[in-house]
């Protein structure tokens, strides 16, 4: 089956305890990194002051490094529950990034992912007693891919597989990316990024400020804000739909709209059924009209099941594929580990952190994604 979980793509330094509780989703209170404690995920959220995660991080960075390990030990305590073995599996991991960011990162984030870590990290007990605890990541192998072809290979290869021909959008927050996708592979020349959701979320913002005083509310929050389209105020309940509605026309008619003009032809909507949205933005409505606006008369408009875990499960479905061809080609080798290795996809967005883990059998756990 397929397990999926998320959590906020965000962390805070600290030199508090949090001692009575763990952050629901990841476990643990804090985690440890070069000497310096910090707040993760829906913990940083909660607790923190000023929560960030920069757009687009690179290997290299401290927003990378703690969002990964983050999800490493996640992943790791999760594929532990599921594995009938008492050592710990191997981890095959695959993930990505945008097209835009890919080639630039690709090297530098396999070989930071395939070097042996020992994470330290702190969890209250049952008690409310602060645990230090140390985990040693086993890796069985690293992947990472452009993040459209990810979602592309979920649709592909996942629950209820697709042999059309369609238009895949991937609706991120720091990036948007489309490309025209066949049973034979993607059309190379139809693939564009542009700038993310972030943009309507800036153009927002800046409404945001004509009308109020925001207390210096970081990016993510703001985004916050976006999403849900209302904030209190003074205690009162302050509605700022009609300039969310606003930001996402502007950013639809000024960045997505001439980027598929110029990318996506007449030829590829004689051969293709549907768009096909992906990603957390996904799940703007205001949005979506947008689309079915321009391209109802075209071709359908449809929204990808549970759109802000494609990547992931992308992810973990390509690192399955690609251990059972080590598997095949080397079957001697592998049978002795390839019981206890739990198939892993992390996606490492700017608002939010999918984790996808596959266990030993075939089938796929909806309610899991």
């Given at each position: 089956m397929i397990k999926t979980l998320l959590f906020p793509s965000v962390y805070e330094a600290t030199l508090r305890d949090y001692s009575t509780r763990n952050d629901s989703i990841l476990g643990f209170s804090k985690i440890k990194m070069d000497g310096v404690d910090y707040i993760v995920g829906l913990q940083a959220f909660t607790e923190g002051v000023s929560p960030h995660k920069s757009i687009n991080a690179s290997p290299t960075d401290t927003d990378y490094k703690l969002i990964s390990q983050s999800a490493l030990v996640l992943a790791l305590n999760e594929s532990v529950k599921n594995t009938k073995s008492s050592v710990f599996p191997k981890l095959a991991i695959t993930t990505g990034f945008p097209f835009a960011t890919f080639q630039y990162n690709k090297d530098e984030a396999a070989e930071y992912f395939k070097s042996d870590k020992i994470?330290?990290?702190?969890?209250?007990?049952?008690?409310?007693?602060?645990?230090?605890?140390?985990?040693?990541?086993?890796?069985?192998?690293?992947?990472?891919?452009?993040?459209?072809?990810?979602?592309?290979?979920?649709?592909?290869?996942?629950?209820?597989?697709?042999?059309?021909?369609?238009?895949?959008?991937?609706?991120?927050?720091?990036?948007?990316?489309?490309?025209?996708?066949?049973?034979?592979?993607?059309?190379?020349?139809?693939?564009?990024?542009?700038?993310?959701?972030?943009?309507?979320?800036?153009?927002?913002?800046?409404?945001?400020?004509?009308?109020?005083?925001?207390?210096?509310?970081?990016?993510?929050?703001?985004?916050?804000?976006?999403?849900?389209?209302?904030?209190?105020?003074?205690?009162?309940?302050?509605?700022?739909?009609?300039?969310?509605?606003?930001?996402?026309?502007?950013?639809?008619?000024?960045?997505?709209?001439?980027?598929?003009?110029?990318?996506?032809?007449?030829?590829?909507?004689e051969i293709c059924s549907k768009i096909v949205l992906v990603g957390g933005g996904a799940y703007h409505q205001e949005l979506v009209n947008l689309f079915n606006e321009e391209f109802g008369g075209v071709c359908s408009v449809t929204i990808q099941s549970h759109p802000e875990k494609c990547a992931s499960v992308g992810y973990a479905l390509y690192s399955k594929y690609k251990n059972s061809q080590q598997e095949s080609r080397d079957s001697l080798s592998y049978h002795q580990d390839k019981d206890n290795v739990a198939y892993v996809g992390i996606d490492i967005g700017n608002a939010n952190t999918c984790l996808s883990i596959i266990s030993n059998d075939n089938g796929v756990d909806n309610s899991g994604l």
């Open positions: 994470i330290t990290y702190y969890r209250a007990d049952d008690l409310g007693n602060m645990i230090t605890e140390q985990t040693l990541v086993p890796v069985a192998s690293v992947h990472v891919m452009p993040e459209i072809l990810g979602c592309d290979y979920a649709i592909r290869k996942g629950e209820n597989p697709s042999n059309e021909n369609y238009i895949i959008i991937s609706l991120g927050y720091g990036t948007t990316e489309g490309v025209v996708s066949t049973p034979d592979g993607v059309l190379n020349r139809s693939l564009f990024s542009v700038h993310g959701i972030n943009y309507a979320v800036n153009v927002f913002q800046q409404e945001l400020y004509k009308h109020s005083y925001l207390r210096l509310k970081t990016d993510h929050q703001i985004d916050q804000i976006f999403t849900k389209g209302f904030i209190y105020i003074d205690r009162k309940r302050r509605d700022f739909s009609e300039e969310k509605l606003q930001a996402l026309k502007i950013y639809y008619t000024n960045v997505l709209s001439p980027a598929m003009r110029k990318y996506i032809t007449d030829e590829d909507f």
